[in-house]
């Protein structure tokens, strides 16, 4: 192996922000060992990325520690990790079952605690390690009681992460997008009157692509970049922070 190449584990990786992160850090040279449970999917992504595949259910949190173990004994070692792997469900408290909420935490909370688990297992001369936190754990909006409940908790986690695991000089950061154009999201971004008025919650007017949040996350993992800790980024058209003025009709 290059000593001078990155060695990076991204959970999640044939997502739309997933695979984005993972074409961009290979194309800096970076060793990758990518999981995600589309086993398909995940081979014809690392064929294409000379990465190394582990097909994997990452809520199961041994087989987070599994591919953490594999990319140590195929690269020496990890420099840093990316844990993509998420969910995104609009309903109201009272319409979402407790699957539903289960479900929900498991994909978002459960994955990222792993995350901090495997990485805390197997990266013992420290690194970078980014959860995905959303706008929904920073602002209210209506009908997101259980996602929101689930990405603040992983912005806790995170916190707490980077203090506990400092004097290792392992960093945790959080990226916290708004919405974004991705598969996951299509229940939303279909419906024309339904993305309208995403787009115009978002300051900026438009929705996320995943080529605005993939390179936040890699310049996270950058180890040029080791001054960076406990931060939360967000990536979000403005949402979580900007309250302008309403936009005047153009005039005739």
């Given at each position: 192996m290059d000593n001078g190449s990155p060695v990076y584990v991204v959970l999640g990786a044939t997502g739309g922000i997933g695979s984005r992160l993972c074409r961009s850090l290979a194309k800096g040279g970076a060793k990758l060992t990518i999981g995600a449970r589309d086993g398909e999917r995940l081979r014809s992504l690392a064929a294409e990325l000379d990465a190394h595949a582990v097909p994997l259910d990452a809520t199961k949190s041994e087989e987070v520690g599994r591919i953490f173990g594999e990319a140590v004994e195929r690269f020496g070692r990890v420099d840093g990790a990316a844990n993509c792997v998420g969910s995104f469900m609009m309903k109201p408290a009272h319409r979402t079952t407790d699957e539903e909420l289960q479900e929900t935490l498991a994909l978002n909370l459960g994955t990222a605690f792993g995350t901090i688990r495997a990485a805390a297992e197997h990266m013992p001369d420290g690194g970078s390690v980014v959860l995905m936190s959303s706008v929904a754990a920073?602002?209210?909006?209506?009908?997101?009681?259980?996602?929101?409940?689930?990405?603040?908790?992983?912005?806790?986690?995170?916190?707490?992460?980077?203090?506990?695991?400092?004097?290792?000089?392992?960093?945790?950061?959080?990226?916290?997008?708004?919405?974004?154009?991705?598969?996951?999201?299509?229940?939303?971004?279909?419906?024309?009157?339904?993305?309208?008025?995403s787009e115009e919650l978002h300051p900026l007017g438009r929705l996320g692509e995943v080529d605005d949040v993939a390179p936040m996350i890699s310049y996270l993992l950058d180890p040029a970049h080791n001054w960076v800790t406990g931060q939360v980024f967000g990536v979000d058209g403005g949402l979580s922070t900007l309250r302008p003025l309403p936009r005047r009709a153009k005039s005739s």
């Open positions: 920073r602002v209210g909006l209506a009908n997101h009681e259980a996602i929101s409940a689930a990405k603040a908790a992983v912005t806790g986690l995170a916190m707490s992460a980077a203090a506990t695991y400092l004097p290792r000089g392992l960093r945790v950061n959080v990226v916290a997008p708004g919405l974004v154009q991705t598969s996951m999201t299509e229940g939303v971004t279909r419906s024309d009157a339904a993305r309208q008025a």
